[in-house]
C-alpha cells in the first residue's frame, strides 16, 4: 500500500492509502518510518495537507475519504468519534449511548483503541467518565499534546 512519512508536531507520522482512501495514520515507533511512494497518491497529498492545517491551527474538520478497516461495531464508534467537535471531549459511556448501545461501554473503549485513523478520526476526544486521560494508541503524552492544539488542557 502507498505511504508517505509527514513531520508533524508529534514527530513523523506515517500516512497510508488504499485506492483512493486514506486507510491509516501510524504514530511515531509504530510504524516502519518509511515511505514507499515516490509519486504520493492524491489523498496521501491531501491527507498531509489538511493535517499540517489542523497542527498550524486552521483546520478543525476534515474532508478526506476514508476506508479504516474493522467490524461494523468498529465502524459504528469511530463514525460517533466523528460527531465529537473540535475541542470537545466525550466519555466511553458518551460513546456507548451515541451508538445506542448504552451496555457496550468496554467494547467502545477496545474499538477506540484499534481506531487506525488517529487525528482524523478524534479518538483522542474521547476520556475517562471522571474527566481522566485514558488509555491512546500513541500514548498519554501526544493524547495532550493533540488536546491542547484544540485548546483543551488535561
Known sequence: ?????????????????????????????????????????PVLKAAKKQLQEYFNGQRRDFSLPLAGKGTPFQQSVWQA?????????????????????????????????????PIVVPCHRVIGADGSLTGFGGGLPLKRQLLAIEGRAC
Open 1 to 41: 500500500m502507498p505511504a508517505i512519512i509527514m513531520d508533524s508536531p508529534l514527530g513523523p507520522l506515517q500516512l497510508v492509502s488504499e485506492g483512493e482512501h486514506l486507510v491509516a495514520i501510524h504514530f511515531p515507533d509504530h510504524h516502519s518510518g518509511e515511505a514507499n511512494s515516490s509519486q504520493p497518491e
Open 81 to 117: 468519534l466523528r460527531q465529537i467537535p473540535f475541542g470537545e471531549v466525550r466519555s466511553y459511556r458518551d460513546i456507548a449511548l451515541a451508538i445506542n448501545n448504552p451496555k457496550a461501554v468496554r467494547a467502545v473503549g477496545g474499538a477506540n483503541g484499534r481506531n487506525p485513523l
